[in-house]
């Protein structure tokens, strides 16, 4: 009677088994607790209230790339801003989708949230990082290993992601503020935008008393020289123009916009 089929069948199961019980005791030894997480931001806030400064907000994507990098302190054992092959905490934060042009990060490991709160409180770096007020979002993760917690909160003063048009049709209700009509015609202004200096098209069309272009994440003020710009004479209009942001700016979110003043 030949039984190696049955033996293998056998052997493939009891190998599943122990995989299924070794990943089951893995999930439990690896815990991400939320509301640890979550308790560790309330204790953030009532800290910031108590130094005067506005609360954090919640951002789902800082606290999933929290995760990612407080899962590998779990695995690793000692704590650690990044480990070889680990991605930095921007980028980590920018593969998940936050948005954003200044973060920060903590890291601990101890027995409760509040202990862990208590720790960063008492480090000068730790407590700076938490209660800046430059930032206004937070993703927090907590991890239960080794009969400890490991803990990671990335903090960053948020960016909201807008298309072309947004960008363009926020300048352009500033630039009307200030006093000058805005084209409907953006063509121009973004063929400039894509250029470092110069402006684009040829020698019949009509160009521009002024060009301004500028870099950044700050769309509620024009900048100051082009504010000066157009306080030092009467112009009838305005182009407004943005595209890709030509610096290196990594996962930090900022924008290009170019401005023509006739």
Known sequence: ????????????????????????????????????????????NQARAAAGVPPL????????????????????????????????VSERAGFTGAHFDLIEENVAVGPTPAEIHDEWMHSKGHRENMLNPAVDSVGIAVVASRGVLYATADYSHG???????QVESRVSELIQGAGVKVV??????RAACLMDNGMPGSADTRQPTF??????????H??????????????????????DAHG???TFTSYRVAVLLY
């Open 159 to 165: 960016v909201q992601a807008l298309t072309q048009a």
């Open 211 to 220: 060009v301004m272009r500028w870099e950044g994440s700050d769309l509620n």
């Open 248 to 250: 290196d700016q990594g």
């Open 222 to 243: 024009l900048p100051k020289q082009l504010v000066d710009r157009i306080a030092s004479r009467p112009f009838t209009a305005a182009a407004v123009g943005s595209c």
């Open 1 to 44: 009677m030949n039984t190696s089929g049955k033996h293998s069948i056998l052997s493939l199961a009891a190998l599943l088994l122990c995989f299924s019980g070794w990943t089951q005791a893995f999930a439990q030894e690896h815990r991400d607790l939320e509301p640890e997480a979550r308790q560790l931001m309330v204790l953030a």
């Open 184 to 189: 409907a015609d953006r063509r121009l202004a």
């Open 57 to 88: 907000r919640w951002d789902n994507a800082l606290a999933e790339a929290a995760l990612k990098h407080t899962l590998r302190m779990a695995a690793e054992g000692p704590i650690a801003h990044q480990y070889p092959g680990e991605l930095n």
